[in-house]
């Protein structure tokens, strides 16, 4: 995806991009813990698996579970073999997940994604303007040593920087 910066007109996605992923390795640390505290509520409930998770471990197939709960995608058929009082708890805990991966954790996904894509867009031109630079020094450090004269290369060279 870094080659596509050559191209004038993927250059600010793939800055957008790169910009937004880095950022978010932080968010989606802490969203990876959420998700593993309620895999392990619900691996306490002690119910059984379905069928699409019978050959991972329990607690990764809780992991995901969660995640597809979290993310709307509502399978509650091992909840009835439960008793009554644990029926209940299962209940209040998808509503938890519902309520905190679903509503919460993703609006503030796209809340950081909108924000960071405003940072990166009130100094695009600079971000473009140092990809290019990057690329004429990538392609300039690879040609060879017989063909950097001392006319194409010379011994000083006056360079700029642009603030960030």
Request: hydrophobic share 50%; no cysteine; aromatic share 14%.
């Amino acid at each position: 995806m870094n080659n596509l910066r050559v191209f004038e007109s993927f250059s600010p996605l793939v800055t957008m991009f790169r910009s937004v992923a880095t950022n978010l390795v932080t968010f989606l640390i802490f969203m990876f813990m959420v998700i593993f505290f309620f895999a392990l509520q619900l691996s306490v409930l002690g119910t059984e698996m379905g069928g699409d998770y019978k050959e991972l471990p329990v607690l990764v197939a809780k992991m995901v579970e969660t995640f597809r709960v979290g993310l709307g995608d509502f399978d509650f058929g091992e909840f009835s073999k439960l008793d009554h009082d644990k029926n209940i708890l299962s209940w209040v805990l998808v509503a938890l997940i519902t309520m905190f991966l679903g509503i919460i954790m993703l609006n503030f996904l796209i809340a950081e994604v909108s924000n960071q894509y405003a940072k990166v867009d009130e100094y695009l031109d600079s971000y473009i303007q140092k990809d290019k630079i990057s690329l004429i020094d990538e392609a300039e450090k690879l040609q060879p040593n017989f063909m950097r004269t001392e006319v194409k290369y010379p011994k000083y060279i006056i360079t700029r920087e642009v603030d960030l």
